[in-house]
């Protein structure tokens, strides 16, 4: 069975670092790319970027570019998403998804169960 | 703020047939096929529909995607309680160059 398993909730104080991972299984990691997406309570997803595992090949959106680390272990299967210094803004459900490639667009075709992060003071 | 705008809430009793829109400009939708997620309170997005209008494996014919100009549509026939969910458009921007999601879409069953 194919499977996104993320890490688990997390709550950190304002200008704490965090990484949150996101451990694929069921198919072959290297070979798809992963996006980390956003969810902020009540808002729709947002793409904060995305990594080929095969070589690491990482493409921020603009929005999210100088504020995050995407990055992967190939020898886990793990793809991670990283933060230095935590905002209360960051506060938000993060999940990964499988990013598929198709003729005249791309779409998202496997999720994980998501990461809930909560900065707070 | 989304680049792609979708109705807020749509309903309509069961079995019967709601129609969500999403629109948004030739840098995306206008030049790239669009997905279609549902999405549960606390639960992942699923794909329904990717390349505009094709169903993601399992996913039942009531469900069906389009697309034209610079929009494109889900239409959900014979509505269930279970369609009960928040509903997302997706595609890539050319001139962002990033993915961007809808506004999202409540349905309701009456």
């Known amino acids: 069975e194919m499977q996104l398993v993320q890490s688990g909730a997390e709550v950190k104080k304002p200008g704490d670092s965090l990484k949150i991972s996101c451990r694929a299984s069921g198919y072959s990691f290297p070979s798809s790319w992963i996006v980390w997406v956003r969810q902020m309570p009540g808002k729709g997803p947002e793409s904060m970027g995305i990594?080929?595992?095969?070589?690491?090949?990482?493409r921020y959106s603009p929005s999210f570019q100088g504020q995050i680390t995407i990055s992967v272990d190939r020898s886990t299967s793990t793809a991670y998403l990283q933060w230095r210094s935590l905002e209360t803004s960051d506060t938000a459900r993060y999940y990964c998804a499988r990013l598929v490639w198709q003729n005249d667009g791309r779409s998202f075709d496997l999720w994980g169960q998501g990461s809930q992060v909560t900065v707070s003071s | 703020q989304s680049v792609l705008t979708q109705p807020p809430s749509v309903s309509a009793a069961p079995g019967q047939k709601v129609t969500i829109s999403c629109s948004g400009s030739?840098?995306?939708?206008?030049?790239?096929?669009v997905a279609w997620y549902q999405q549960f309170p606390d639960t992942a997005p699923k794909l329904l529909i990717h390349?505009?209008?094709k169903r993601s494996s399992g996913i039942p014919d009531r469900f069906s995607g389009s697309k034209s100009g610079t929009s494109a549509t889900l239409v959900i026939a014979g509505l269930q309680t279970g369609d009960e969910a928040d509903y997302y458009c997706g595609t890539w921007d050319d001139s962002l160059s990033a993915d961007v999601f809808g506004t999202g879409t409540k349905v309701t069953v009456l």
């Open positions: 390349e505009s209008l």
């Open positions: 990594i080929y595992p095969g070589d690491s090949d990482t």
């Open positions: 030739s840098s995306n939708i206008g030049h790239n096929d």
